[in-house]
């Protein structure tokens, strides 16, 4: 989209209606949503923002720069990588092309995982939590916003992806207050899994979103999703590289009784069911996220001494 001089100042309910046009034009889904999202991302401003201040004018720049947004998301970039941003719980997370865009199901595993840590007491007042395959730092930066007893470590084989995960570590902070942001104190790794940990370290929670797609599910992604980082995504041919990995190495690394927690796909409940009491995990259960399906897998140690339900 380009600007002659005389269309150049607009306003915003102006600029709304062509963007979400232009978009339309391109055959874009939901384009109104896709309009509105870039727009209020540029303007930092909210949904309601929008139709309150239609009437105001706005610079030529950010004119132009909403029209170069539109043309990048009809070129099926995803409005996160646009904008820089993404929304996760109750913060915004720096993202970019290296890192996984956070999605509403992983805030799901944040759930379960608080409500974990709210019914037990821990021997150091907080639990020891490791996030495996940390990606741009949502799951554990979250956590240690929420939990501030909580002693977090978090994990990837991506160096840029760490990169990411400690600014927004450093931005996001304790508790969410960025006046606090230097003592999120949590302490990121570059390593494949659990292979660079001390073999002596214990957690009390393992958390995890590992890649979990198949060859198939990689073959056929929706255009968006194929600007997402392949690491993050594939879960070799059948899918459950990742997982059966994580289900095999995480118990060397819990204290006794301790739980590990993941997200898995949804057609992956039985399987990692069935995978995970082969190995011994006691305790085994698949919740169902909102949409009714299987997404989040808990499991309590092996070695515990306590009685499981299974
Ligand atoms: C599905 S993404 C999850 C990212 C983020 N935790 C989230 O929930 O959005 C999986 C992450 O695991 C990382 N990863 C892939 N293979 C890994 C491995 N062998 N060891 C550690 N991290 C790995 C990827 O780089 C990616 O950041």
Known sequence: ??????????TVGEVLREGIGFLEKHGMESARVLGERLLEGLLDCSRHELYLEGGRILPRETVETYF????????????QYILGKAHFMDFVFRVTPCVL?????TEFLVEKILEEAGMKSFEKGGPEILDVGTGSGNIAVSLAAYLPQAAISAVDISEEALEIARENARRIGRRGDARNAAATGIEFLKSDLFDRLPRTKRFDMIVSNP????GEEMRNLPPEVSREPALALFGGERGTELIERLAAGAGDFLKPGGILFFEIGYEQGDMTRRLLRELGWREVEVFRDYCGRDRVVRAADFR??????D
């Open 68 to 79: 170069a947004c539109l043309e990048r998301r009809a070129r099926g970039v995803p409005c």
């Open 211 to 214: 890649p979990y797609l198949s």
């Open 101 to 105: 865009i956070p999605r509403p199901e």
């Open 1 to 10: 989209m380009t600007l002659t001089e005389t269309e150049a100042e607009k």
């Open 304 to 309: 515990s001494t306590a009685c499981g339900t």
